[in-house]
């Protein structure tokens, strides 16, 4: 994990897919930043939980709500509604990218009552080896402008402290579901 956008420090396996995926063009008033996860559950049950652009509730857990609009296409459009305690209440989401074989999905805020302007983020999810079992290296990348009145190390601060969040949580959720041996879908949670 860092705040500048550079690889250095990630092994060559992260390192490739954060070049091949992760890459933001940013802004002189942005920031962006890669953070990764290792999940002891094989990929399809983690991306049974990523890829509900509709429902992220499922693993986030500072959503409280979220309405969809359209088909679950590119170009579809979510509601999302925050818990109490962030400086944040709602935000609409644009589906930018969803891809089940390459297990990519991709967002872009474009509104709500928040200060993450112009944010767009990138989520990866590879199949790993873990203590010999099937595993999931999650990588998720943003980018997004730096609010008036804060530097580039404090929003990269507070963003990568909303997605250690949920990245734990999704782990947290991921690996439960894999020691009860459910590795179907899980689309009646």
Known sequence: M??????NGFGSAESEYIRRHHRHDLAENQCSSDLVKHIKAPVHLVWSLVRRFDQPQKYKPFVSRCVTQGNLEIGSLREVDVKSGLPATTS??????????EHIFS????????????YSSTISLHPEIID??????VIESFVVDVPDGNTKDETCYFVEALIKCNLKSLADISEQLAVQDRT?????L
């Open 132 to 137: 010999g079992r099937p595993g999931t290296l």
């Open 92 to 101: 609409t989401e644009r589906l930018e990218l969803l891809d089940d074989d």
């Open 184 to 188: 179907e879908p899980i689309d009646g």
């Open 2 to 7: 860092n705040g500048n956008s550079n690889i």
């Open 107 to 118: 967002i872009r805020i474009i509104g709500g009552d928040h200060r993450l302007r112009n």
